[in-house]
């Protein structure tokens, strides 16, 4: 059992910067992917940013590359989304997940993924 607790969301304007973290605790943080999806009113869930394992390797939404950086630090059993030159359609609820898969380095699909927080609601306005 993993439990995964975000934080960080807010109201910020366009243009501004803003950084997520996601507290885990239960199991090894280093021995489970993780990564960042995001949710707005309507939409289906979708994917943002993912870390292998060591940290070692990232990838990214098209949405998010150049703008977002995901990071994380084993010894804190955290991991983090830095968000800059945020835009309005970036809103959303944004939630962390734990990938426990042996294969691969991250997933880039939600059903690939074991556990999930609570959400963290971003709005960013015009």
């Known amino acids: 059992q993993v439990q995964l607790v975000e934080s960080g969301g807010g109201l910020v304007q366009a243009g501004d910067s803003l950084r997520l973290s996601c507290a885990a605790s239960g199991r090894t943080f280093s021995s489970y992917a993780m990564g960042w999806f995001r949710q707005a009113p309507g939409k289906e869930r979708e994917f943002v940013a993912a870390?292998?394992?060591?940290?070692?390797?990232?990838n990214y939404a098209d949405s998010a590359k150049g703008r977002f950086t995901i990071s994380r630090d084993n010894a804190k059993n955290t991991v983090y989304l830095q968000m800059n030159s945020l835009k309005p359609e970036d809103t959303a609820v944004y939630y962390c997940?734990?990938?426990?898969?042996?294969?691969?380095?991250?997933?880039?699909?939600?059903?690939?993924?074991?556990?999930w927080g609570q959400g963290t609601q971003v709005t960013v306005s015009s």
């Open positions: 870390i292998s394992r060591s940290g070692g390797d990232t």
């Open positions: 997940a734990a990938d426990f898969r042996t294969g691969g380095k991250y997933g880039i699909t939600s059903y690939q993924y074991n556990y």
